[in-house]
């Protein structure tokens, strides 16, 4: 039985490297090619000084970055904090600072929102901005980097230590009624979660799943 998640991706990766792990308008990744990606990531954000059990908040679109940036931050045995990118102002402060992250991957897109509200961010103090960072690096004073430059030039596994019942992702609530909150869930329950998928729509191996939902969201968490 597989650990974590990244551990999933390394297996396949390891016996069907060539076949397509996702499709994502005109992307197409196979698992091989898009574990070397993930492991360069995750050793770039090792080389930051992001740790084992450390947050990451993640506030990103649909696009393969971000994926590439969930299985970095896995590979490292680290905790992704996925942003709802429709919230601004004190709910999406009130996210950020629950999560105590002190690194946000952030798309382009978002840093007006984040901009409003930086002087209320308490553990910030690093953005890797995906798309153009002029903006961000006029506006807020923190350590601005360029997600293309976060890569390592390893490319190998990353060691971590971590087990099934280590939290493997925070997601937050709608806040429909209230302010969002942080549900803390481990590896093991979203292994389980997309055990259960396959086996209620008997998927195999040869099927193809469409997803409609945003990243941040749990239903696409658990294809």
Known sequence: MHQDIASILEHQAENIPDSVFFVMRESLETYGNF???ANSFAHGLSELGIVAHEIVAVMMPNVDAYLVARFGIHKLGAVEASINTAFRGSGLAHMLNLCDARVLLVSDRFIDQIAEIADSLIAIDTLIVHGDSRQAKQRL?????NYDDVFSVKKNNPNRDIDEYDTGMIL?????????KGCVLSHRYLIHQAEIVCEQF??????TLYSAFPLFHLSLIHI
């Open 35 to 37: 574990n070397l990606k």
């Open 141 to 145: 004073k923190w350590r601005i980097l």
């Open 172 to 180: 937050f609530t709608s806040g429909t009624t209230g302010l969002s």
């Open 202 to 207: 008997r998927v195999t191996i040869d099927d």
